[in-house]
């Protein structure tokens, strides 16, 4: 199993940006791909971003993409997004997973390729 907890939320007027982090302890976290999801209030959780566990290559919703940037650091541990000209229909719960197994190889773009979750961190984007 692999801890994951979630920090670098808050409250941003549109415009800004944010820098969330997920840092990762009790697996080898180099051999997982990691995800990012959000859920608003009322709404479904739905994929936002995903790196693999060989950071080679990344993938992001419509509608984040060119906005966020999600990276890695094997050394520490921790997984980023970089949410750079925020919107109000960016605020949700954020949270981060790591894959089912290790050396996943699926498309990251679904919550069933998840075996591992965070708890979240709340980003709230005002007007």
């Known amino acids: 199993q692999v801890q994951l907890v979630e920090s670098g939320g808050g409250s941003v007027q549109a415009g800004g940006s944010l820098r969330l982090s997920c840092a990762a302890s009790?697996?080898?976290?180099?051999?997982?791909?990691m995800g990012w999801f959000r859920q608003a209030p009322g709404k479904e959780r739905e994929f936002v971003a995903a790196?693999?566990?060989?950071?080679?290559?990344?993938d992001y919703a419509d509608s984040v993409k060119g906005r966020f940037t999600i990276s890695r650091d094997n050394a520490k541990n921790t997984v980023y997004l970089q949410m750079n000209s925020l919107k109000p229909e960016d605020t949700a719960v954020y949270h981060c997973a790591a894959t089912r197994s290790e050396y996943y190889s699926g498309l990251l773009l679904v919550g069933s390729e998840y075996g591992d979750w965070g708890q979240g961190t709340q980003v709230t984007v005002f007007s």
């Open positions: 790196i693999r566990w060989s950071g080679g290559r990344t």
């Open positions: 009790g697996r080898t976290f180099s051999r997982y791909g």
